[in-house]
């Protein structure tokens, strides 16, 4: 059974960076935290991405590396076409997304759901597929 993308979003200082975080230190056997390629460099935030030149994001976008890719902030986001062979393989896949580009997203991956933070809030919009940390209130959407 191929497993569901899970789409992470909110507004910059929201806390989508620590969440991330501690996914990553916690073991969860079918999930898998995907990386975002950025043209940003590797130091800029706080987010653990893979910093690209706008060169090389447009050398890998020509090959059809990237599953997903977007443009805001001057910035140009992709995530690699990995999670194809993650989600294939049954692994629930979270992304670092952005809430203009969702619908993207859903067009292209019939599963997709989404986190959505706001004013300090987190709320969950599709059912749990790991034990939220205490932090996070599940609620209904």
Request: hydrophobic share 40%; glycine share 8%.
């Amino acid at each position: 059974m191929p497993g569901k993308l899970i789409w992470l979003v909110g507004p910059s200082g929201s806390g989508k960076d620590s969440l991330l975080a501690a996914l990553r230190q916690r073991e969860h056997p079918q999930l898998l935290v995907a990386h975002r390629y950025i043209t940003r460099p590797f130091n800029a935030g706080s987010e653990n991405h893979i910093a690209l030149s706008e060169h090389e994001f447009f050398t890998r976008a020509e090959q059809h590396l990237f599953a997903l890719s977007w443009h805001a902030n001057n910035t140009y986001y992709g995530i690699g076409v990995e999670i194809d062979l993650w989600l294939h393989a049954g692994f629930d896949v979270l992304v670092n997304g952005s809430r203009a580009h969702l619908p993207q997203a859903k067009a292209r991956r019939c599963c997709a759901s989404g986190w959505s933070s706001a004013a300090g809030k987190t709320r969950w919009k599709s059912p749990s597929v790991w034990n939220a940390p205490r932090a996070i209130s599940r609620t209904t959407a």
